[in-house]
């Protein structure tokens, strides 16, 4: 071996040192830029969705308020009927005065004031 041997030995060395240092710092570097993503993404994903979260709380407040407007709606309706269907039983002059009223019939002397509807202004 003549004496460059060595010297190049050594610079061999040192390069592969400093490669191995660069690649470790490229290596924290990276494992450093994939954690900035992922606590970016973990920031950015909520953000994103809360209009979203937002708009479908209002639309089920929207729909639980349509729900209740129906319920009672029904259960008024329901409430009606079934008073009409007790006063029939019970009193025969009602089913007179309806089926009266229905068939626009009246008795002899009889007057009758037919009111037209109320409609009330928007």
Same mark, same amino acid.
């Given at each position: 071996?003549?004496?460059?041997?060595?010297?190049?030995?050594?610079?061999?060395?040192?390069?592969?040192?400093? *490669?191995? =240092?660069?690649?470790?710092?490229?290596? #924290?570097?990276?494992?450093?830029?994939?954690?900035? +993503?992922? &606590? %970016?993404?973990?920031?950015?994903?909520?953000?994103?969705?809360?209009?979203? *979260?937002? =708009?479908?709380?209002?639309?089920?407040? #929207?729909?639980?308020?349509?729900?209740?407007?129906? +319920?009672? &709606? %029904?259960?008024?309706?329901?409430?009606?009927?079934?008073?009409?269907?007790?006063?029939?039983?019970?009193?025969?002059?009602?089913?007179?005065?309806?089926?009266?009223?229905?068939?626009?019939?009246?008795?002899?002397?009889?007057?009758?004031?037919?009111?037209?509807?109320?409609?009330?202004?928007?």
């Amino acid at each position: 071996m003549s004496r460059k041997d060595p010297d190049k030995l050594r610079k061999l060395h040192v390069r592969h040192t400093r *490669l191995r =240092k660069r690649n470790a710092q490229m290596s #924290t570097v990276n494992r450093l830029a994939f954690c900035i +993503l992922v &606590i %970016a993404l973990c920031a950015v994903i909520p953000v994103t969705a809360l209009p979203a *979260l937002e =708009k479908s709380k209002v639309l089920e407040e #929207t729909y639980h308020t349509e729900w209740q407007d129906k +319920l009672r &709606i %029904a259960a008024e309706a329901k409430d009606s009927s079934d008073r009409e269907h007790r006063a029939i039983q019970q009193d025969p002059r009602y089913l007179e005065i309806k089926a009266r009223e229905r068939l626009k019939w009246s008795k002899r002397g009889e007057r009758i004031l037919v009111f037209p509807e109320f409609v009330a202004a928007k």
